[in-house]
């Protein structure tokens, strides 16, 4: 079965860096692009960022265009996301989630667990 | 960016009552529409895709409907257990944009 486990969540201060990895299982992950989406606390749900299956085109939300870095090593199953100049807004649970494949658009139909991320001074 | 907007943001009803929750999108996206439902503290589910076919497992009280810019999710037959924020997202394109919720809660 699909499994996505996210982790690298924890408390960092405004302006330092974080990342996340989230390990995959159950598919042929390098047939799959990968998102992550956040969602802050008592809020609603935001597409953060993609990559697609071969790592060769990456898009993001305007919100953290420019700070967060997508990718993926697909010998390893892994996808990342490098986020650098934290700011407070950016405190939410952070989910990666399975897209479209090399065919077909897909929404998202396997969510890892999320992992938090809480930045605070 | 296309922009989705959902309707009510919330609402309470009664257990048997039919539940309609709508999303419009500000440009056209086909069918390219997705319903999720996510429980507190829990993980989002998918519900709907394609605008109207159910994912595997989901009840069939849940449908969807709709194409270009209206779409609608209805329960037919509200049950305890969907309590629950329910989104609307467009994965035809990037950004995949959600709708901001519609929290459901019995009266």
């Known amino acids: 079965q699909v499994q996505l486990v996210e982790s690298g969540g924890g408390v960092v201060q405004p302006g330092r860096s974080l990342r996340l990895s989230c390990a995959a299982s159950g598919f042929t992950f390098s047939s799959y692009a990968m998102h992550w989406v956040r969602q802050a606390p008592g809020k609603g749900l935001e597409w953060v960022a993609v990559i697609s299956y071969d790592g060769s085109n990456k898009n993001y939300a305007d919100s953290v265009k420019g700070r967060f870095t997508i990718s993926r090593d697909n010998s390893k199953n892994t996808v990342y996301v490098q986020m650098n100049s934290l700011r407070v807004e950016d405190t939410a649970v952070y989910y990666c989630?399975?897209?479209?494949?090399?065919?077909?658009?897909?929404?998202?139909?396997?969510w890892g667990q999320g992992t938090l991320v809480t930045v605070s001074s | 960016d296309i922009q989705m907007t959902q309707s009510p943001s919330s609402l309470s009803a009664s257990v048997g009552e039919r539940v309609t929750i709508t999303c419009r999108a500000s440009q056209g996206i086909s069918t390219y529409l997705a319903w999720y439902q996510q429980k507190p503290g829990k993980v989002p589910q998918l519900l709907i895709y394609?605008?109207?076919t159910l994912q595997s497992g989901v009840p069939s009280r849940f449908s969807g409907s709709g194409s270009g810019t209206d779409f609608t999710l209805t329960i037919s037959s509200l049950q305890p257990e969907d309590i629950a924020t329910y989104y609307c997202?467009?994965?035809?394109?990037?950004?995949?944009?959600f709708g901001q919720g519609t929290k459901v809660e019995i009266k």
């Open positions: 394609a605008a109207s």
């Open positions: 989630a399975k897209g479209s494949s090399v065919t077909e658009k897909r929404p998202f139909d396997h």
């Open positions: 997202q467009k994965y035809g394109s990037v950004p995949r944009t």
